[in-house]
């Protein structure tokens, strides 16, 4: 779908005709999707070009779009930003049993988007009114929530919605350049849209969830904010900002944690405090993208009896082997040399063949590393490249 994507090629698309083909092209594995066989009988079916485009480019966004949306992805229309910047679904529902769980009955999605966290507040039974500004966005946000009555689309500015309309707000603002595809990432904030000084002055009169990228900057949340940082299978997804009624604790941070279906919580209120450096344990765990963004390390810590192997390293130590969803855990082997000649000796002599390679604190290129050591053998382990203290050290293990 390009950025000139007609009102009639959506039309199409969400019709009966298309969406009987979308159902067959899912069907069709990725690689005839680009080639040029299916759109001779594409073409060959009566279609126009430009209904064949649509088809092919909305094919491609559906699969794509699985990772995020699991089989409802069928079910939904895609522009290419739209589906960059949309929620996963888990994390979606997650958001909308917040706004339940608070008393909330009615919210504006403000900035909604192709409607993702729309769709997952309507399913909660909120009532909805999902708002855009682009035309074609809308298009695309009024499909997705067609099948949910108590959800409308309106066309406007979110800085001109009337937020008497509604109970709580929910701000999602563009943080890329306009357009369908081929957009790009905003890193100046004040030319984000809606800007975060209405949002933040919105929050002050109503219940506001703000929506935010991962590596949203620390010192810009204002302090009656509860700042919630997400990952989802060890990648860190958003962060997520509660205001007013919607705040569990106003000030904390907190750490939500996905692995698959499940679920997990960490927070804190109070400022950041460590725990001290440690000689190298038994174990090394490496703690969840959600928990660094939270600077949650030190509680974490506390909660698996385990210290630092560095102060300014996102790694920790410790004696005892520890189930938690918030870090991976590593077993320890041995220490090898660092120098890379002796490491390349060391790792032959043990036979590794297969080597996951990871590193924190030491400036390298794991892959172009992995192929320099020449690995070779039947055994397989995982190499932490890092310091203990100000010593560059490789720690040979095994994942737990």
């Known amino acids: 779908m390009t950025e000139s994507a007609s ?11 298309g969406q009987t083909h979308l159902a067959t092209l899912r069907a069709r594995p990725l690689e005839e999707l680009r080639g040029v066989r299916v759109v001779s009988e594409l073409r060959a079916s009566g ?32 522009t290419q930003s739209g589906l960059e910047q949309a929620t996963r679904a888990i994390v979606a529902k997650s958001h909308a049993t917040r706004f339940v769980n608070q008393g909330m009955h009615s919210v504006a999605d403000l900035g909604c988007g192709i409607g993702a966290e729309s769709r997952a507040l309507a399913a909660a039974g909120l009532d909805v009114t999902a708002v855009d ?25 979110a800085e001109a919605f009337d937020a008497t309309r509604t109970q709580a707000l929910f701000f999602d603002p563009a943080r890329r350049t306009s357009g369908l595809k081929n957009t790009k990432r905003l890193t100046d904030t004040a030319e984000y849209s809606p800007s975060l000084n209405f949002v933040f ?9 703000l929506k935010l990228g991962p590596g949203f900057d620390h010192e810009l949340i204002p302090s009656e904010a509860e700042a919630q940082y997400t990952s989802v299978d060890g990648e860190a997804v958003e962060t997520l900002l509660w205001f007013g009624a919607l705040t569990d604790a106003p000030g904390a941070r907190r750490a ?12 804190e209120q109070g400022s950041p405090v460590d725990e001290p450096m440690r000689a190298l344990g038994e174990y ?15 509680s974490l810590a506390r909660t698996l009896s385990a210290g630092m192997l560095n102060e300014k390293i996102a790694y920790l130590t410790s004696d005892h082997e520890s189930e938690t969803p ?13 120098s890379e000649d002796r490491l390349k000796k060391a790792l032959r002599e043990r036979k590794i063949g297969t080597l996951e390679i990871k590193k924190r604190g030491m400036d390298l290129d794991p892959a172009q590393l992995r192929k320099r050591l020449q690995l070779r053998g039947e055994h397989s382990a995982t190499l932490i490249l890092t310091r203990i203290g100000q010593e560059r ?5 095994d994942r737990v």
Request: glycine content about 4%; overall charge negative.
């Open 393 to 397: 050290c490789a720690i040979l293990t």
């Open 284 to 298: 090394i765990h490496e703690p969840d993208p959600a928990i660094i963004r939270a600077r949650l390390i030190g």
């Open 133 to 157: 500004l682009d035309p074609q966005t809308a298009v695309v946000a009024a499909f997705n929530l067609s099948s949910y009555p108590q959800a409308t689309i309106e066309i406007a500015d």
């Open 201 to 209: 002055e919105m929050a002050k009169q109503k219940p506001t969830a």
């Open 7 to 17: 009102e009639e090629s959506w039309q199409f698309l969400s019709g009966e005709v």
């Open 326 to 338: 918030f870090a991976r855990t590593f077993r320890v082997r041995e220490v090898l040399p660092a």
């Open 47 to 78: 279609l126009e070009s430009n209904q064949v485009s649509a088809l092919l480019a909305q094919a491609l966004l559906q699969k794509k779009a699985m990772t995020k949306f699991g089989a409802d992805a069928e079910r939904m229309l895609f």
């Open 256 to 267: 939500t944690v996905f692995r698959g279906s499940a679920e997990h919580t960490l927070s």
